[in-house]
Nanobody, 123 residues
Framework: VQLVESGGGVVQPGGSLRLSCQLSGFTLDQHPIAWFRQAPGKEREEISCITDRRENQIYYDQSVRGRFTISRGASQKEVFLQMDDLKPEDTAIYYC????????????????RGQGTQVTVST
């Protein structure tokens, strides 16, 4: 089981970024995928989660609802996080994760994660 994130970077407030998570060793049909983030000195938080089309669940934390959009790739081996209207408080390392014992969102915990991608929102 491997997850690899890409797409982080530095952006000004109000800007956009799109994160990608490439899955290998499993597909979204088998396990849901979530995005967690962790800022320096803060607890990690689950900001969004998605299941396969059959379960068709999508979850957003209130801090990102209306600004972030999670989606599936056609092959069920990619998950994307479109982040719009970014704010300085969105600055964090973003992790793509899964939890193999759980079929629904939100995950609350995870047992596999990627290496993380840094998102910095600053003037």
């Amino acid at each position: 089981v491997q997850l690899v994130e890409s797409g982080g970077g530095v952006v000004q407030p109000g800007g956009s970024l799109r994160l990608s998570c490439q899955l290998s060793g499993f597909t979204l049909d088998q396990h849901p995928i979530a995005w967690f983030r962790q800022a320096p000195g803060k607890e990690r938080e689950e900001i969004s989660c998605i299941t396969d089309r059959r379960e068709n669940q999508i979850y957003y934390d209130q801090s990102v609802r209306g600004r972030f959009t999670i989606s599936r790739g056609a092959s069920q081996k990619e998950v994307f996080l479109q982040m719009d209207d970014l704010k300085p408080e969105d600055t964090a390392i973003y992790y793509c994760v899964t939890r193999q014992s759980r079929r629904w969102c939100p995950l609350y915990e995870y047992d596999h994660r990627g290496q993380g991608t840094q998102v910095t929102v600053s003037t």
